[in-house]
Structure formats: structure tokens, C-alpha cells
């Protein structure tokens, strides 16, 4: 049972326009999310995080919205950039309950931004 | 610098032989995972633990088993129990607690 879910293997933007990047979860008890990014062959590195009280976290060119009635997240990147070529992963934890913030990962999306 | 280790980067196992992973971590973190990543399946957690001397199971156990003697060291094991073991295995930690993960580099094992 897939818990997160990214429903979009990949995405191809211009660079310069918005890359949006869409993950749903159904574990109603998850209460903080996370976006990874990851290049072919090395580790992912944290990008950014929203906590369930907020339904927006800004960051530079990257934004995550939170919608809870929807179980329905996503990133925005603007302008998007070469560098930006990736896999991006969503997680999600329920960290509000005090026991081990162990994360659920959705199978992420490979967004190649073209020149 | 603070960071974890993983090693080696990539190794090669026959079948039927164990092998057993590296990780290692000086970032003074609480809790240590592993997972795997497999082609279109995103990444799977095998094994977590929260404090030195316990670790959990997470949702593919089977095959794998661990040790947590340091708080610095998170090794795995990947035993010919394990039907399909080429992967590429991501180690991460964290404070207990907390939000994110630290990822290490990964290895990238291949059966031959």
C-alpha cells in the first residue's frame, strides 16, 4: 500500500517557466513533509518542508503548498534552472506523535528542465 | 565536517555470499535508517534504529539484518536469504525527532 504518491515519473519544463512537481498521501496521521533531491548516483539532500499547521513554506525559488483536506502537496520551483534536472522525492512523517520520524517516500519524479 | 559515510561505493557479491555494508555517521545523530532504491519504486526502508543497541524493522526486512553496538555506526547485512539484492542502498540519520535526513552517498550493489 502506497502511502505517498507521486503520479508523475517525470516532468519537462523550459527553463525559466514553473516546475511543479504533485504528491498525494492517504495516512491521515502524517503531519510533516519533506522534498528531497537526488542526482544519479549519490544521496538525496533536503530541499524543503512544510509542517501541517502551514499550508505554504517558502524558500528562494522553491515553494511547497499543503493542501490537508486534500491530502495533496506540491512543489513549485520558479524560475526553473538546468541545475534543477533531477529526481525529486516527497516524504512524509507523522512527527507529531512523538515516536521515531521515520519517513514514507513517494517514488519520485525526474523533472528535466531544457534549455 | 559532520557527515555520513557510506562504503564502499559500489561492490559486487556471487550469489549465496553474504555481504555486509558500511555506514557511518559523526553528526551526533540519534537515529539511523537504510533503504533501498529500486527503478520506478522510489525509496523502501529495510531497517531503522532509534537508539544504540535497538533497531525496528521497516516495510522489506526480509533478507536484510543489522547491528546499532555505536551510536557513530549502522552497518547492514545482506544475506543470500535476500531473493533479489541488486540495488542501490541509501544510508541516513537523524535526531530523534526531528524532521529531515542526512543521506550518505549510497552503495551500489550488484550480484554477479
Known amino acids: 500500500d502506497q502511502q505517498v504518491k507521486q503520479n508523475s515519473p517525470s516532468l519537462s519544463v523550459q527553463e525559466g517557466r514553473i516546475s511543479i512537481l504533485n504528491c498525494d498521501y492517504t495516512n491521515s496521521m502524517f503531519d510533516y513533509f519533506l522534498w528531497y533531491k537526488k542526482y544519479p548516483a549519490e544521496g538525496p539532500t533536503f530541499l524543503i518542508s512544510?509542517?501541517?499547521i502551514k499550508d505554504k513554506n517558502e524558500d528562494g525559488r522553491f515553494t511547497v503548498f499543503l493542501n490537508k483536506s486534500a491530502k495533496h502537496l506540491s512543489l513549485h520551483i520558479v524560475p526553473s534552472q538546468p541545475g534543477d534536472s533531477a529526481v525529486y522525492f516527497c516524504a512524509a512523517s507523522d512527527w507529531g506523535t512523538g515516536t521515531a520520524s521515520k519517513l514514507t517516500f513517494g517514488t519520485g519524479t525526474r523533472l528535466q528542465v531544457t534549455l | 565536517d559532520g557527515g555520513i559515510t557510506q562504503s564502499p561505493k559500489y561492490l559486487f557479491r556471487k550469489e549465496g555470499q553474504n555481504v555486509t555494508l558500511s555506514c557511518e555517521q559523526n553528526?551526533?545523530?540519534?537515529?539511523m535508517y537504510w533503504y533501498r532504491q529500486d527503478p520506478g519504486q522510489g525509496l523502501r526502508l529495510i531497517y531503522y534504529?532509534?537508539?544504540?543497541?535497538?533497531?525496528q524493522k521497516g516495510d522489506i526486512a526480509e533478507g536484510y539484518s543489522v547491528s546499532r553496538e555505536k551510536k557513530e555506526s549502522f552497518p547492514l547485512t545482506v544475506t543470500s536469504a535476500q531473493k533479489n539484492p541488486t540495488a542501490f542502498y541509501l544510508c541516513?540519520?537523524?535526531?530523534?525527532?526531528?524532521?529531515?535526513?542526512?543521506f550518505g552517498s549510497g552503495t551500489r550493489l550488484t550480484v554477479v
Open positions: 534504529s532509534q537508539i544504540v543497541n535497538d533497531f
Open positions: 553528526l551526533n545523530h540519534d537515529a
Open positions: 512544510i509542517s501541517s
Open positions: 541516513a540519520s537523524s535526531y530523534e525527532g526531528s524532521g529531515g535526513y542526512t
